[in-house]
Every structure is written in C-alpha cells, then in structure tokens.
C-alpha cells in the first residue's frame, strides 16, 4: 500500500470524495464548457479589422458551440480600454478578448497601463495575421528593397515615410528597416492609416509600410508602387511582389489580431476555446471571409501563442526605444 492509499485510509469519506470532485472540476468545466453565453470584447471601435475578425470568428463558434459568443465594442486609448475590462473579469472562460499587437505595444509605448500585458492575460490563439507592404511614391527612384536602401544611404534624412501614428506597426515595420540597414529616414506620422495612405498617394511623402488592404486602392490605380512584403515569404495576393525578406536576411514584421483570457482562466478552459478557434480556422467561409479583409487565418495552440507574445513584446519594446515613440 503506497503512501496516497494510507492517507485516504485515515481521511473522512467526505473529505475523500470532496478531494476527487476539485481534481476533476477542471476537466467537467471544460466538458461542459460554455454552459452560457460569453462576452467577445473587442478592443477596437466596429468597422476596424480587430473588429471584423473578431466578428467573424465569434459567429462560427457560436454556430458550432450552440451558446452565443457575444461582440462588446469597448474601444478607447488603443485598445487600453477594452483590455482593462478583461484582466479585471472573473477567469471562467466567460469572458475574452480581441485585441492586436497593439496589446504588446502599449507598455512601452505609454507611461502606465492598468494591468501587466504578459501576466494578467491568457493568449489563446491569434486569429487573423496582417502583412504590411513597403509601398513608394512613383516620384521617388526606386522599385526595389536594394534601391532603396542605397538611396536611404545616399540620401540619409532626406526619405519621407508616413505612420498612422507613433509607435504603429506602420511606423514599426518601417523603424526595422532602417535598424537593420543603418538608413536614416524622417518619420510623418498621421492620425490613422486612412490619411497616411492619402499622404503618400499625393506625394506628400514619399515611403510606407502599410497594410497591404489599406494600399490595395492606390497599388491597383498605380498611384502608388509596390516595392516587397514584410512577411517571410511572399504572399499569395501579391506572388510578383518579393519580400522584404529576400534582400534584408532576417526581416520580418506582421501584425495580428489575437484572442485573450484573464489569466488564471482554467486551463482546460482555454485549451477548449482553442479547439474550437482551431476548427474554426478550418471552416472554408471563415478563411474566405477573413481573406476578403487581407487578413491571412492564423492559429496557434496557447504555448506557441505565448511564445510569439513574448518575442513580440521584446521586439516592439527595442524599436519603440530605439525611435523615442511615444502615445499620442
């Protein structure tokens, strides 16, 4: 007889039975899981992509789980808003998040935020990723990632390139060019990614990465010329388009938009929600939806996911010192 069976000997059959039930509360709440309606928080105002992915996803979980995944907009201070509702909710499962890369953002971007970016959430899963795209003005002579390069070298602050504001994946993804390559460029940054994309159109700069659906307009009408991807590879809408990759070794910058619980969420928990996310991924009018929007499935199991959080973190934290952003 080991030394478990000698204890449940001595102990109460009360006690014996009361120990089982907490071991296997994880297991049945997962089983049983969602016994109820769960509040989606989207960090975004409606419209945005974190707001149509989230959307979107929201919809097929609640058609393959019978119980309604319900969207709450609570935008506000980038996403700071919505995220402070989330870190502070009970950890059931009841509760989630939508929020982008923003989320890893912000830490080093604002003096304080209300909660602990890395601790207070459980990633689940991203659930759309978003590829920017290097795009010039035509007035500028360049048409490939070495020509422009060169001319950043030749001409150093002399290259305009617009942000939708400082410490943006547009301003990031930019910001790592010019770290990797030593080029010196001056950064525009605009209120939003609408009006930097109607900047650069106009001339009014000359340079940006922007997300490849909010130049698709001006690429198609040629007021704007397409230069490389900052994925790793190319991307299937823009095959003729290299990446940025294939010149500068070891470039690499996309967004996404992710899926949260607070943390202490039964892990059970989120193992089932990223189950069901994953066979949501699957769904072929899922990823069409989500490709109409430029945004690319994206699925990851709870550690993979952590992993890119965490590598995220410290590489946005480099360049967001490295370029002195800050909010506003």
Do not use: C
């Not at 010196?184 to 209120?191: A, G, L, Q, S, T």
């Not at 690319?296 to 199991?301: C, E, L, Q, V």
């Amino acid at each position: 007889m080991d030394k478990v069976e000698k204890v449940a000997d001595k102990m109460p059959l009360f006690a014996v039975l009361a120990a089982a039930a907490w071991m296997a509360a994880p297991a049945l709440q997962a089983q049983n899981y969602p016994a109820k309606p769960v509040r989606v928080i989207i960090a975004w105002p409606p419209g945005g992509a974190n707001d149509i992915a989230g959307r979107i996803v929201a919809q097929k979980l609640t058609e393959n789980t019978g119980q309604q995944f319900i969207i709450d907009n609570r935008g506000g201070a980038s996403g700071i808003v919505g995220s402070d509702v989330v870190a502070k909710s009970p950890a059931d499962g009841y509760t989630i998040l939508v929020h982008s890369a923003t989320h890893i953002s912000n830490p080093h971007l604002y003096s304080k935020v209300p909660y602990d970016t890395l601790k207070d959430f459980a990633g689940i899963s991203p659930l759309g990723r978003q590829v920017g795209m290097l795009v010039v003005h035509p007035s500028l002579p360049v048409k490939t990632v070495k020509e422009f390069v060169e001319l950043g070298r030749k001409r150093p602050n002399d290259i305009t390139y617009a942000s939708s504001g400082n410490g943006s994946f547009v301003h990031l993804a930019m910001a790592l060019i010019n770290s990797m390559t030593g080029t010196r460029m001056v950064h525009v940054p605009y209120k939003g990614g609408g009006p930097a994309a109607v900047a650069i159109s106009s001339g009014e700069v000359q340079a940006m990465t922007a997300t490849v659906g909010s130049v698709i307009p001006h690429v198609s009408s040629k007021r704007l010329r397409p230069v490389a991807v900052t994925s790793e590879e190319r991307i299937s809408q823009y095959p003729d388009v290299p990446a940025i990759a294939e010149t500068i070794k070891g470039y690499e910058f996309t967004a996404w938009v992710g899926s949260f619980a607070p943390a202490n969420t039964p892990k059970a928990i989120v193992d089932r929600l990223n189950a069901e996310i994953q066979k949501a991924m699957k769904d072929k009018v899922v990823a069409e939806k989500l490709g109409a929007q430029t945004l690319d499935p994206m699925f990851m199991t709870p550690e993979q996911f952590a992993a890119r959080l965490k590598a995220d973190y410290d590489k946005y934290g480099k360049l967001i010192k490295e370029t002195g952003a800050k909010a506003g």
